[in-house]
Every structure is written in structure tokens, then in C-alpha cells.
């Protein structure tokens, strides 16, 4: 009886780890679908306010500033991901592979290395024109700037809802855990590389010209017998690393925004 008392128990257990799993999953679906619905929203109604004729001087041709990459993101959610996540319903621990088999993630630590920039364009003249040209006319209580921050909210309610597949998995699952652990590394790296990102191109901005010819390391060891540092570079700085997929995007993303043939 004792037995059959504790296999009911554990058999419970599973059950509700079970619905808990699902519900998760269906959190991630039901919001990635929304996340979709923001994104045309933001294409639908304010990408055609870049080429009135009464647009701000500053704002005219900076719509890859303003806007990122974000008609990249919706190709990839709408027409990808979502129906991915949504065939998960039923199992929801092959969540993990949806986020690991797709480069398109790189492009979330584009956007987010562009962010500054849309802000500070919309900050000057971009939210008071299309607060009173568009968003008072959709009836909106949110503002353009609060829709281009969705996809930075994406990618932590990612993390959030990974994290919570992981807890809700059981011991004996642990080979889909291992899976869940790498996708939430791989959501994590990108946000971390986004803010990565940001710190290169401040590094790109600053002035690494040589100093002044009567204030350079003479040729040959330094006066405590070390090597010579090299002009603009740290010392011990190596060879640049082989461009993947990320460093083709980013070199892509600025090329765009530049108006540069790909």
C-alpha cells in the first residue's frame, strides 16, 4: 500500500510538471505572437511616416537608424520562429532546438548596438513628430520609442521563460535540460554581445592616431628592456579573430545603414 501510495504521489508530481511545462511553452507562444503583431504595427504604420514631405530635415533617409534592423526581425519571427515555437505546444522541452538551429539571433545584438543612436535621433526631433502626425491618429497610449523597445524585452522574456523550462524539467530529462541550459547561454551571449558591441564602436570613435614624434618609444627595447608597445594597439593584443556568422551580420547591418552596396 505504501508503495502504491508513493508511486500515485510521484505519478502526480510528473503530472503537474507536465502542465506547468506546457503552460510555460503556451506563455512563449502567446506572447511571441504578440511580439509579431507589435512588429507590423510599428512597419505598418510608421516606416510610411519617413517619406512625408513635411519630415523633420534630421530624419530624412536615417530610417535604418531610426527603425534598426527590424524588418529583419519580423522576416525571421513571422515567417520562422513563431511556427517553429508553435509545433512545440505539445512537447515543450524541443523548445531549446528552435533557439539553437537559427543565426538570425545575431541580429538582436545589431539591434541593440543601434539602439542608442535611434534614441538620441528620436529624442531630438523624432517623438514629437510622430507623436503629433501619427501616434495621436492610431489612438495610441504608446509611443514609437516604447514599440522599438520590444525587441530588448524579447530577448530577456526569453531568458526568463528558458530559465523557468529548465527548473520545471525533471531529473530525468536530463539530456533536453542540457539543451534548455545552451539555448539560455545563447540568449544571454546576445545580449551580453550587444552591449559588447556598443563598447567597440565607442572604441572605433575614439582618436588612436600616434602621439606627437618627440614622445614616441624610441626604436628597439624599452628602457627597462621590454618590447617596444605598438602604436595603437594594446600590447599583447593578437590576431583578430575569423569572421562567423555574427561579425557577417554586423559587417552587413553597417554597410546598410551606410547605404553601401552588400
Known sequence: EGTARASAHVEVRRSSSRLKLRHIVEEMVTTEREYVRSLR??????????ERADLPQDLRGKRSVVFGNLEKLLDFHA???L???????KHPLRVAHCF?????FGLYALYSKNKP???ALLASRGLAFFKVRKQRELGDRMDLCSYLLKPVQRMSKYALLLD???KEAGAAQ???RTSLRTALAAVKFQLRHGNDLLAMDAIRRCDVRPPPAESRHPSGPSANGG???????PEGAGSAPAPGPLHRLEREEEARQAGLPL
Open 41 to 50: 504595427y510599428v512597419i505598418a504604420h510608421y516606416f510610411p511616416e519617413m
Open 227 to 233: 618590447p617596444t608597445p605598438t602604436a595603437g594597439r
Open 100 to 104: 539553437l538551429r537559427h543565426e538570425q
Open 117 to 119: 543612436k535611434s534614441d
Open 164 to 166: 523557468d523550462l529548465i
Open 79 to 81: 515567417h520562422i520562429f
Open 174 to 176: 536530463e539530456a533536453e
Open 83 to 89: 511556427q517553429e515555437l508553435e509545433a512545440c505546444w
